[in-house]
Antibody, heavy 119, light 111 residues
């Protein structure tokens, strides 16, 4: 059974840092692009970042570029999102999702982890 | 990269068909056949309903169908059921510095 389990969320002050993790199981992790998607409370989905199977290709939304870094450890079947210089507007539930088909086609999602940025 | 435009809400009676539009530009929806649709119930993770404009993943009801014309993609739900009441989001590949962009989201209400 395919599973994605996020962790690492919590309360952080503006300007602070946090690292999210996404533990994958039930599939060959290294074969898939994995994405981060976030959703602010009561708001819509926003694409954040993605990484290819071997970690050589990464892209980011303009709103997080230069502050967030996506990475993966295929030996540990784990995806990461290092978030620096956090702002109040980064407050959201962060989901990791597997792209099972071409393009932004996320066939499996984690349950999400809440990041709250507040003083 | 601006969000794709969806109607804020769409409603229909049980058994009816409804269509949700997703309007972008020639650099996203109109330029690529990489449009997906997601259903999200309150407090739950999104669920993939349509990928690559018109393909249904295994297990998704054939009451859901997708299409595209020009810069607008559409999701049609036929035979509307109470369980279809949820938020729906489109997303498209853009080929730009922000390679993927979601739509603004549509709340579907079953009357």
């Amino acid at each position: 059974e395919v599973q994605l389990v996020e962790s690492g969320g919590g309360l952080v002050q503006p300007g602070g840092s946090l690292r999210l993790s996404c533990a994958a199981s039930g599939f060959t992790f290294s074969r898939y692009w994995i994405h981060w998607v976030r959703q602010a409370p009561g708001k819509g989905l926003v694409w954040v970042s993605h990484i290819d199977g071997d970690g050589s290709r990464t892209d980011y939304a303009d709103s997080v570029k230069g502050r967030f870094t996506i990475s993966r450890d295929n030996a540990k079947n784990t995806l990461y999102l290092q978030m620096n210089s956090l702002r109040a507007e980064d407050t959201a539930v962060y989901y990791c999702a597997r792209a099972g088909y071409r393009g932004p086609s996320f066939d499996y999602w984690g349950q999400g982890t809440l990041v709250s940025v507040s003083s | 990269q601006s969000a794709l435009t969806q109607p804020a809400s769409v409603s229909g009676s049980p058994g009816q068909s409804i269509t949700i539009s997703c309007t972008g530009t020639s650099t996203d929806v109109g330029g690529y056949n990489f449009v997906s649709w997601y259903q999200q119930h309150p407090g739950k993770a999104p669920k993939l309903m349509i990928y690559e404009v018109s393909n249904r993943p295994s297990g998704v009801s054939n009451r859901f169908s997708g299409s595209k014309s020009g810069n607008t993609a559409s999701l049609t739900i036929s035979g509307l059921q109470a369980e279809d009441e949820a938020d729906y989001y489109c997303i498209s590949y853009t080929g730009s510095s922000t390679p993927n962009v979601f739509g603004t989201g549509t709340k579907v209400t079953v009357l």
